[in-house]
């Protein structure tokens, strides 16, 4: 009975939990309440499961032992890869499907070579085990995942979306995790390139991560639209609420490109 108890026992202290924080503090931290209990309740049932099993380390610390059931292996790099410039996205530039980087001339075979390699980096940061767990307990990371969700919110506003309060906290995990994933695309960027070279305003970047942004981009949507349209109490005509993906994931990667090099990349 005890081992049937555990997980609901979790989920319940995570939905209380919840209340508090988003009665107290507001929407962001309630986000982190949730997504911290929920990772607690998975890796609760896990282990009921038998998935994996403490082991006693020769100091006699106990830690969970686990190895990715998958490898991904990206293609090579692409015989060329150009630097570009990336300015602060606004959102009408993801309102038209268009092939990305569709105004550079690009040969066919450098297309091809610059899309393989970003669908393998995209497949590889969309199945980051508990990504927004991780980037809510990086305190180098977090901060551009919250400015990110609050731009692309007052942006909602402005464009004349009213929330559902009940549905909310959904709409908001959804651009967590998309600002999240733009944050990685970035510090993958500055772990090859080293520190962001700016020119003005706009950052150096290369073809492939705008290849990568929308292939995240559009694989994401029909995850995630649900859960934003949970959120939304009204929205006008005008406006695709799916467009609010792609620029929070594009705003994170912006914002984080100006950061410094990833510390845990930094030897």
């Not at 970035?186 to 020119?199: C, H, M, P, Y």
Request: aromatic share 6%.
């Amino acid at each position: 009975m005890g081992r049937i108890m555990r997980r609901p026992i979790v989920l319940a202290a995570t939905l209380v939990l919840s209340v508090v924080a988003l009665l107290r503090f507001g929407i962001l931290p309630t986000i982190l309440v949730m997504t911290l209990g929920i990772t607690a309740a998975i890796l609760v049932g896990r282990h009921q499961a038998g998935l994996f099993k403490l082991r006693s380390s020769r100091r006699g610390a106990q830690t969970a032992a686990w190895r990715p059931s998958v490898q991904h292996k990206e293609l090579p790099t692409p015989t060329d890869d150009p630097v570009i410039v990336f300015s602060e996205p606004v959102v009408e530039l993801f309102a038209l499907r268009t092939p990305p980087l569709a105004h550079i001339q690009l040969s066919a075979t450098v297309r091809s070579e610059l899309d393989g390699l970003a669908l393998g980096r995209a497949k590889r940061i969309m199945e980051a085990p508990d990504l927004l767990a991780h980037a809510a307990a990086d305190a180098e990371s977090w901060p551009y995942v919250e400015t990110a969700v609050q731009k692309s919110l007052a942006l909602a506003r402005s464009r004349g979306i009213e929330f559902h309060p009940d549905g909310q906290p959904r709409l908001n995990q959804a651009l967590a995790l998309s600002a999240a994933q733009g944050v990685l695309l970035a510090e993958w960027r500055q772990l090859e390139d080293g520190k962001t070279v700016w020119d003005g305003t706009s950052a150096r970047i290369r073809a492939s991560d705008a290849f990568a942004i929308q292939r995240i981009t559009e694989a994401m949507e029909r995850r995630q639209l649900p859960e934003l349209f949970a959120g939304i109490a009204r929205r006008p005509p005008d406006f695709e609420v799916r467009l609010l993906l792609p620029y929070t994931l594009a705003t994170a990667f912006f914002l984080r490109l100006r950061g410094e090099r990833p510390q845990a990349f930094a030897a």
